[in-house]
């Protein structure tokens, strides 16, 4: 199963723009690529997803890497609201469910 | 508004009990999982469901068992709980990926139900 990597924890001022990493070197041509965030207390929610093009939605914008192995989550300003943890995960094309693994995410601190 | 509810939100067990975590979902989704979060170690796939009866493995499976006997109600089981399952437990549903038809498999999750085994 194609696994992702981010980074432990990030840090951004309030009102600053937040970019977080992800690493999916072993991603396969129809995976798409999923991120989720949970905040304190509650189950994990959808963010926004990309295949291969970058996305833009009311939460957030994707950018894709041009060879897929990457791809940024990008918060454009950062509010208190926003301190949780990020996961990236791979979810791909199928008919039927499959695995999918989310890992330890990107806890992401937002400070005044 | 789509909906995944867990049973409850916090239950306390002793070693040895017999455990249900109940999960159901209003959205008519063929996919359930059940997953649970430790500190340190992010959220680990336990069992996940794609269809009524069908099940399969996720990546930490032992210790754990299913049913789906439902479409919309998917149930772990702890046959025998011990101390080392004592973790948050979150389950999800999705509907079936189908391409390029608009659905892109989002998965709703439930609020978790904290399960602390003396």
Same mark, same amino acid.
């Given at each position: 199963d194609a696994k992702t990597t981010q980074p432990n924890s990030m840090e951004s001022n309030e009102e600053e723009p937040v970019h977080l990493p992800c690493n999916h070197s072993t991603i396969s041509g129809t995976d798409y690529i999923h991120w989720y965030r949970q905040l304190p207390s509650q189950g994990p929610e959808y963010v926004i997803h990309g295949l291969t093009s970058?996305?833009?939605?009311?939460?957030? *914008?994707?950018?894709?890497?041009?060879?897929?192995?990457? *791809?940024?989550?990008?918060?454009?300003?950062?509010?208190?609201?926003?301190?949780?943890?990020?996961?990236?995960?791979?979810?791909p094309l199928t008919g039927t469910a499959s695995k999918l693994t989310f890992g330890t995410g990107t806890r992401l601190q937002v400070t005044l | 508004d789509v909906k995944v509810t867990q049973s409850s939100r916090y239950l306390?067990?002793? @070693?040895?009990? %017999?455990?249900?975590?109940?999960?159901?979902?209003?959205?008519?989704?063929?996919?359930?999982?059940?997953?649970?979060?430790?500190?340190?170690?992010?959220? /680990?796939?336990?069992?996940?469901?794609?269809?009524?009866?069908?099940?399969? %493995?996720?990546?930490?499976?032992?210790?754990? =068992?299913?049913? /789906?006997? %439902? %479409?919309? /109600?998917? =149930?772990?089981?702890?046959? =025998?709980?011990? @101390?080392?399952?004592?973790?948050?437990?979150?389950?999800?549903?999705?509907?079936?990926?189908l391409g390029t038809s608009g659905n892109i498999g989002e998965l709703f999750f439930g609020e978790g139900s904290r399960l602390t085994v003396l």
């Open positions: 970058n996305v833009n939605n009311r939460m957030a *914008s994707l950018a894709i890497a041009e060879d897929r192995k990457s *791809s940024t989550l990008i918060l454009h300003r950062a509010t208190l609201r926003d301190a949780a943890v990020y996961y990236c995960i791979l979810r | 306390v067990k002793r @070693t040895g009990e %017999k455990v249900f975590l109940e999960c159901v979902q209003d959205m008519d989704h063929e996919n359930m999982f059940w997953y649970r979060q430790d500190p340190g170690l992010g959220l /680990r796939l336990i069992y996940f469901s794609y269809d009524v009866k069908m099940k399969e %493995k996720g990546d930490i499976p032992e210790g754990y =068992s299913v049913s /789906r006997e %439902k %479409k919309e /109600r998917f =149930s772990l089981i702890l046959e =025998s709980a011990s @101390t080392n399952q004592t973790s948050m437990y979150l389950c999800a549903s999705s509907l079936v990926l």
